[in-house]
């Protein structure tokens, strides 16, 4: 079964870091670009960061841009988004994306979520 | 930065036909994706490449766009289909980034 499961979120302090993981199983990881979609509590959907398959291309929201990181080990099947110097509009439920065509970075679809992980920042 | 207009809502009946519309500059000229999302769940690709089904979704789903407007046809409604609908394209005037539209709510009556 293909699935993406995310892990690492919690309760946070204003100005910490937070590095979130998400596990791949059931298809060829190291084949497909990553992202990051977050939506914040009674939110719409927004994308946060990607990354292709090689990590030779890396974009981010400019919401998060300096703040946050990207990265992914394919010897793990695992993606990671490190985020530092958080803000209480970083309160969200993270989800981890796969795009759907291998080897493609932008302009396909996301086509498998995963359920999310939820960050709360509060003091 | 690119930005995508929705509808806050969109009401029909069951059995009756629902549009779902999202607007951007020339977004006849890029790929457009729809996303469905129920209340405490994942998003689930509906539409992909502006008229393309994923396995498993219904043929009563289907896409177009045209000049400014692209549009989500839900046709003979029921109730299971009432959900959030988020449009997505891609910004990739200089790096590639991801742009989803504010949803729709599908209500159905």
């Known amino acids: 079964e293909v699935q993406l499961v995310e892990s690492g979120g919690g309760l946070v302090q204003p100005g910490r870091s937070l590095r979130l993981s998400c596990t791949a199983s059931?298809?060829?990881?190291?084949?497909?670009?990553m992202h990051w979609v977050r939506q914040g509590p009674g939110k719409g959907l927004e994308w946060v960061s990607g990354i292709s398959w090689e990590s030779g291309s890396l974009s981010y929201a400019d919401a998060v841009k300096g703040r946050f990181t990207i990265s992914r080990d394919n010897a793990k099947n695992s993606l990671y988004l490190q985020m530092n110097s958080l803000t209480v509009e970083d309160m969200a439920l993270y989800y981890c994306?796969?795009?759907?065509?291998?080897?493609?970075?932008?302009?396909?679809?996301?086509?498998?979520w995963g359920q999310g992980t939820l960050v709360t920042v509060s003091s | 930065s690119y930005v995508l207009t929705q509808p806050p809502s969109v009401s029909v009946a069951p059995g009756k036909t629902a549009r779902i519309t999202c607007g951007g500059n020339n977004i006849g000229i890029k790929s457009v994706h729809w996303y469905q999302q129920k209340p405490g769940q994942a998003p689930v690709l509906v539409m992909y490449f502006d008229s393309d089904r994923p396995s498993g979704i219904p043929e009563r789903f289907s896409g177009s766009t045209s000049g400014n407007t692209a549009t989500l046809t839900v046709s003979g409604v029921e109730a299971g289909d009432e959900a959030d609908y988020y449009c997505q394209v891609w910004d990739s005037s200089g790096v590639h980034r991801g742009v989803f539209g504010g949803g729709t709510r599908l209500t159905v009556l």
């Open positions: 059931g298809f060829t990881f190291d084949d497909y670009a």
């Open positions: 994306a796969r795009q759907s065509i291998k080897y493609a970075y932008g302009d396909d679809a996301f086509d498998i």
